[in-house]
């Protein structure tokens, strides 16, 4: 109507986006010891940008060793009784790094398919089965 290109700050906004991950993704790396064979394991490499950022969130929020309370922690749960709303109470920064872990998994596999609970919860078991393998869990800031 006016003739305002919206799509140019879209793509700009796009390419802002990118650029922070990319910065968050490189200091997540010097931070985090065995980051980049903590990704391969879980088959991203260097160029899943959206991957890797839900890793580097994923391996900064959730801190327990338990699979179990990992679970509980991301809302990955059926709550169930007359009480239900007030008992799930979860991270949801924590849940939304894990999904974007999730779904770049999902697609370099080739599953081009909606998210379900059990594709989060078994990529928070990789992770969590990951971190106990390399020993991340006893160091401060992981």
């Known amino acids: ?15 802002m ?13 010097r931070l985090i010891p065995r980051f980049m064979d903590i990704a391969k394991s879980l088959g991203l490499d260097r160029d899943d ?11 900064v ?3 327990s060793a338990s699979n179990k309370k990992s ?20 991270d949801s920064r924590a849940q939304r790094y894990l999904i ?20 989060l919860r078994r990529t928070l078991k990789m992770v969590t089965n990951i971190k106990k393998q390399i020993d991340l869990l006893g160091r401060a800031g992981i």
Request: aromatic letters at 8%; proline letters at 0%.
């Open 49 to 59: 940008i959206n991957g890797l950022m839900g890793l580097a969130g994923e391996l």
């Open 1 to 15: 109507m006016i003739g305002v290109n919206v799509g140019g700050g879209i793509r700009m906004l796009e390419k």
């Open 100 to 119: 974007m872990l999730t779904n770049a998994i999902l697609w370099k596999n080739g599953e081009l398919r909606r998210l379900r609970y059990r594709d």
């Open 17 to 29: 986006v990118e650029d922070v991950r990319r910065e968050i993704i490189d200091k997540a790396t």
């Open 71 to 90: 679970i509980k922690y991301h809302g990955l749960y059926k709550a169930n009784g007359r009480d239900a709303r007030r008992m799930k109470r979860y």
């Open 61 to 63: 929020y959730s801190k």
